[in-house]
């Protein structure tokens, strides 16, 4: 039997008064869905937040109907904290559009987690009309000591990982939407907190209204397999061999192994990367070193490597064959023109082994004088620096398309 709320009764000297739930029909003058949204956007604390995940309370109301590439978001909060709040709004007219709620919110939990801070606070300007960054406004006009760059960074890291509170909150769920395992391990990668909440609405005989909100069903984790790996290592099935890679065949065979050991320490000492995830290699006895990518199974990495004969430095994306990485490396170099830019104007498109990828390289004077190695550095730390940033999130992005393709 479908679990539902009875009427609530008011007691008051001797009088008995049952209250009457709101239509589900506005031409009624019931509920429309706009309705809940409305009501959620101008009363947040109403949602049941902290029975479902804790971390996510105190959330401040931004905006409604912020679009992204899945469609418009009902309405977007975020915490103090950085933790971004998304709720879908749903009445439940029919079982198809009760399943069809659950991959949606899922799909803009997905579009936002290739976003930014800098990206959503410039949606949240665009939908509300207002310049600079109005979304950090709101959060302050609620807690003053809230500090701009710890929250854009939270904002940030919290976005990149899929960190998400995903509320469906509608007038009288059904049985049949409890049942999302499914839906939820295919996104294992985003690491959302969901719940479904009830949200009957009443009327007062003296005006106002009686909202009795219920939590259905929650999430807080999301059950996933993690294999550690050290840093530089990947996971691969069965022995891998240099010609199995392909990409990795040694360029520096002119050097001895503790010469690039040496080399690739050096370096590492003056790489910094800008993304906090981003896991750097251990120095290497071969002519290059690889940074990981988040794909499965450590099937997409970037090659950086030195060719001592030449005095020359580069960098390009691998992938092992036959796999996800190697998707996400095709999907990279059919977007060559969104992101050409953005590698700098000396990166290009190149044939390795039979296989397009992203690369670039340069020649130096010298890399064993001093001045020389200094320059060689600090240009290859910012190639590396920039494929990481430009090609990281598009990997991440290729994967979760991967999946959703049924592969």
Not at 43 to 65: Q, T, Y
Not at 193 to 201: D, K, R, W, Y
Not at 267 to 272: G, K, P
Not at 372 to 398: D, I, K, M, Q
Request: hydrophobic share 40%; aromatic share 6%.
């Amino acid at each position: 039997m479908s679990r539902q709320h009875a009427a609530p009764v008011i007691l008051k000297e001797g009088s008995t008064t049952i209250l009457s739930q709101l239509s589900l029909a506005a031409t009624q003058g019931g509920v429309s869905e706009a309705h809940i949204q409305e009501l959620v956007h101008k009363h947040p604390e109403s949602l049941p937040i902290e029975e479902i995940d804790p971390s996510f309370k105190g959330p401040v109301a931004i905006c409604r109907e912020l679009m992204t590439p899945a469609g418009p978001i009902d309405n977007l909060l975020v915490t103090p904290s950085g933790l971004p709040i998304l709720v879908e709004c749903k009445l439940w007219r029919n079982p198809e559009g009760r399943r069809e709620v659950v991959g949606q919110i899922i799909d803009y939990a997905k579009e936002l987690s290739r976003w930014t801070s800098s990206d959503l606070q410039r949606e949240v300007s665009r939908r509300l009309g207002i310049p600079g960054n109005a979304m950090l406004d709101l959060v302050r006009a609620v807690d003053p000591s809230v500090d701009e760059i710890a929250f854009n960074d939270a904002l940030s890291l919290h976005l990149r990982r899929g960190r998400f509170l995903l509320l469906i909150v509608g007038d009288g769920i059904r049985e049949g939407v409890e049942a999302i395992a499914e839906y939820l391990q295919r996104h294992a990668g985003l690491h959302f907190s969901m719940g479904l909440v009830e949200m009957p609405i009443f009327s007062l005989p003296e005006g106002g209204l009686l909202i009795t909100p219920r939590v259905l069903a929650r999430t807080a984790s999301i059950e996933r397999t993690v294999i550690s790996v050290p840093d530089g290592h990947r996971v691969v099935d069965g022995d891998d061999t240099t010609s199995e890679k392909g990409d990795d065949l040694d360029p520096d065979r002119e050097a001895t192994g503790s010469e690039r050991l040496q080399f690739w320490t050096e370096f590492l000492q003056h790489l910094r990367v800008d993304d906090p995830e981003q896991a750097l290699p251990k120095p290497s006895r071969t002519g290059y070193i690889s940074i990981m990518l988040p794909a499965p199974n450590g099937s997409s990495w970037l090659t950086v490597y030195r060719e001592k004969a030449k005095n020359s430095l580069g960098i390009f994306l691998s992938a092992s064959r036959n796999s996800v990485g190697e998707f996400a490396m095709q999907s990279i170099v059919d977007a060559w023109h969104e992101i050409k830019s953005d590698l700098g104007g000396t990166a290009t498109i190149l044939d390795r082994s039979g296989r397009k990828t992203v690369s670039d390289s340069r020649s130096f004077a010298s890399l064993n004088t001093s001045e020389g190695r200094t320059e060689a550095f600090s240009w290859l730390a910012e190639r590396v620096n920039t494929f990481v940033n430009v090609v990281r999130p598009r990997v991440r992005s290729a994967v979760i398309d991967y999946g959703e393709r049924g592969h």
